[in-house]
Structures are given as structure tokens and as C-alpha cells.
């Protein structure tokens, strides 16, 4: 990143961080800092160049600040195509308003989808690589993360990339068993680790201000085409999904105002049936 561009840098990171919905803590929705949103999206800047990328959540609102940071000059690389699937409404409508007020609608887009639920067929194996920061599974020994990456992994073709957001802290022995089983996991699914920085970001979290994440990055050697096979989690995945007796029950978090253009921040839980 070019340092004369700091000032314009941040003075773009804010336009996103105002752009996003309040967050929803007991789904996880704790978002990164703004100095941490900028590293980060210049670091997967590189990994994504000129690639059509999926992202399996996106609270952070990282998509964003790639396609508009790109667009106006301060990231040199990013990716061609952006597609976002999430299950919160307010996190799709305001990533589809940012993107007309701002004229990247070219490069991004954005769905509604929960990970409980199978691929949409029309992503299967459509994307080049996939990005996810996703509930750190601190209840579960990070399942809740391999529901992620298995969305993700299904929406990649072919030799791709994936950048995984967790927890590192190195006195915490669930970090540990969280950051062992999600490696084993993406092996598991040829995926090799790239690369690791650990204790990369922070977070506006008051019960655990001083809990970091790491981000790796991951690639895959060999993909083949498989026909779709994609289905909805088995109920035992969902179970601690958010933390110790709170399991994934929420399909859609539905938007009650009209995509940010009304003050309210009110909004609706759509269960699944």
C-alpha cells in the first residue's frame, strides 16, 4: 500500500465501516477494527487479483473495501467479480446500496443465504476463490467454522485460493484445537496453508477486547469438477453453532428499514421451520 494514501485509506474504510448495520452479538457479529480492516483487505488484495471470489458472511464488510479501495486507486490489485452470500438482510441491502452510490456494482453483489441450507446450485464450483470470517466455534471445536469453509470449498473450482479469518491467542487452548482442526479440515479437502499471520486483527468486543484472529491463507492443487452434491447440514452441526446451548435456529435475519434508508435499526428473525 502506498503510504502517501494513508489519509485517503482511512477516509474510505470509514465510508464502509458507516455504510454497516449494527452488529447482532449473539450471532457473532463482532466487527474488526478500522486499522485492522485496512491491513487485512490490502493483504487479501494479492491473494484475490483478478479473480471472481465468493464470501461466506461478511459482517466486516471486507468485500467492500476491496471493490472500492480498488476502484479508487489505493489497492494497486484486487478481484474482478465479488459475490456475497450472508443471512442477515441489513448486510446484504446496505452492500447492494454502497454499491450503487458508489458505482461498483460491476464488481459486487450480494445474496441471501444461510450455510445451514445447501449451496445455491448456480454457485457450485463457479468461483475462483473464497473468503470467510466466520463464528469462531469456541463451543464446538470450531464445527461452526467447518460449516463455512464447507460452503465456501463447494463454491470454488479448479486450482483456488481461500483467505480464513479465526481466533489466535496462544494462551487459549480452544484457539489452539480451532486453528489444528480447521488446517486438518481444509487438508482434508486439498487445500495446503499458504500462508499464516498470526494475532492480525482486533475487535470491538467488550467481554474479550484483547481476543486477536489470525489470517490464513489457503490453496488448492488439482480441483476436478464434481457434479452438484451439495445438501443442507445435519442438525448435530448446528448444535453450540454460537456458543454453549445456542444452536444455529435462525435462517434470515430480515431488514425492517428498507436498507439503511430509514433511521430504525429495527429488524425481524425469520426461524427455520
Not at 473450482?157 to 496462544?170: E, F, L, Q, T
Not at 429495527?266 to 426461524?271: G, K, L, V
Amino acid at each position: 500500500m502506498n503510504p502517501f494514501n494513508l489519509r485517503e485509506a482511512i477516509n474510505a474504510i470509514s465510508e464502509v465501516i458507516i455504510n454497516r448495520p449494527k452488529p447482532i452479538r449473539e450471532f457473532d457479529q463482532i466487527y474488526m477494527r478500522a486499522g485492522d480492516m485496512l491491513l487485512q483487505t490490502e493483504h487479501v488484495s494479492h491473494l484475490f487479483k483478478d479473480k471472481s471470489i465468493v464470501f461466506i458472511g461478511d459482517g466486516d464488510s471486507i468485500c467492500l473495501c476491496l471493490a472500492y479501495l480498488h476502484k479508487i486507486g489505493i489497492l494497486k490489485h484486487g478481484p474482478s467479480k465479488i459475490h456475497i452470500l450472508d443471512f442477515d438482510e441489513r448486510i446484504v441491502l446496505s452492500i447492494k446500496h454502497f454499491a450503487k452510490k458508489f458505482e461498483i456494482e460491476n464488481v459486487i453483489s450480494s445474496e441471501l443465504y444461510n450455510v445451514a441450507s445447501a449451496l445455491p446450485k448456480e454457485h457450485w464450483q463457479k468461483f475462483d476463490g473464497f473468503y470467510t470470517n466466520p463464528p469462531y466455534g469456541a463451543s464446538n471445536n470450531g464445527k461452526s467454522v467447518e460449516c463455512f469453509l464447507k460452503r465456501g470449498i463447494e463454491a470454488c473450482k479448479g486450482d483456488c485460493v481461500a483467505s480464513v479469518v479465526i481466533a489466535d491467542d496462544g494462551d487459549s487452548q480452544w484457539t489452539r484445537n480451532v486453528l489444528f482442526n480447521t488446517q486438518t479440515y481444509m487438508l482434508s479437502n486439498f487445500y495446503f496453508l499458504s500462508q499464516q499471520i498470526p494475532a492480525f486483527h482486533s475487535y470491538h468486543l467488550d467481554d474479550a477486547p484483547d481476543l486477536k484472529s489470525c489470517a490464513l491463507s489457503f490453496k488448492r492443487v488439482g480441483g476436478k469438477h464434481e457434479p452438484y452434491s451439495s445438501i443442507a447440514l445435519e442438525k448435530e452441526s448446528l448444535q453450540s453453532f454460537y456458543g454453549t446451548n445456542k444452536p444455529l435456529t435462525i435462517k434470515f435475519v430480515k431488514d425492517l428499514t428498507e436498507g439503511g434508508t430509514k433511521n430504525s435499526q429495527d429488524h425481524q428473525f425469520i426461524p427455520y421451520e
